[in-house]
């Protein structure tokens, strides 16, 4: 699997770059994991969304869906000049009608309710979920490939199953929206520090850290985790590109 940074700021997206954004590829398949703010215009120095094999989304929080729309219309016009004839899938909970109704556009896309007890097989990856710790319904998904596994977190405070849950990942994507010795538990975030123990506990190959605040020296959040973990430690970044 290819994994390449498409945006990776909590919240809101830094003026020019976007909010969460991950592009997973594999033999040809591509799955664009969330899809926040800015995350369509970041897609298309990559591929365009016609290319887009399916979307699916850890929640409805508007930095991890604000682009669905933009996506909708992008497809739309596709359809209208003759470039898109599919119509694509887009994958969420079930857990919000309100937002997984919006999934759902005339002939271009269809909104299909993942179930969080069973494995989701999507062309050639396969998916398993578990929900996190979060203001809104969330859902962690380990997605996994040719004995290959990433772990992303979605948004989620500390909590212990989630360690077990990424037992022994290739790369575990997980949030880091706050710093070490800050309390994200009430905003429903994660430190650098929990994100550092969290990759430990797991036994995980790579940390990535992402969901990135807007405050003070992110080079904190890596020497932070790495008080906890031993592994590689990298900061996410637009367009990074990384072989699982
Ligand atoms: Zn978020
Ligand atoms: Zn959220």
């Known amino acids: 699997m290819d994994l390449t940074i498409i945006g990776h700021w909590g919240g809101f997206p830094k003026a020019g770059e976007a909010s969460s954004g991950y592009l997973l590829a594999h033999n040809g398949f591509y799955l664009l994991m969330d899809c926040g703010s800015a995350v369509l215009s970041k897609l298309q120095t990559i591929i365009s969304a016609e290319k887009l094999d399916g979307i699916i989304l850890s929640h409805y929080h508007a930095d991890h869906t604000a682009d669905i729309g933009v996506v909708q219309h992008a ?109 994200g538990s009430a905003a429903g975030h994660m430190t650098s520090e929990q994100a550092g123990k969290t990759a430990r506990q797991a036994g995980v190959d790579k940390l990535i850290l992402t969901h990135l605040p807007h405050f003070g020296d992110l080079s904190r959040l890596k020497d932070e985790a790495a008080e906890q973990f031993a592994g590689e430690i990298i900061i996410a970044q637009e367009g990074l590109k990384m072989e699982i």
């Open 75 to 183: 497809l739309y016009v596709g359809k209208f000049t003759g470039q898109y004839d599919k119509t694509l899938p887009i994958y969420g909970h079930g857990l919000d009608s309100e937002g997984f109704k919006q999934l759902t556009y005339k002939d271009v896309t269809a909104g299909i309710a993942y179930k969080p007890d069973e494995i989701l097989h999507i062309g050639p990856l396969s998916i398993s979920f578990l929900q996190t710790h979060h203001s809104a319904p969330c859902f962690a998904m380990r997605i996994e490939a040719d004995g290959k596994a990433i772990v992303y977190t979605g948004d989620t405070s500390y909590f212990k199953e989630l360690a077990d849950f990424s037992k022994g990942a290739d790369v575990l994507l997980c949030e880091s929206n706050f710093y070490k010795g800050m309390d």
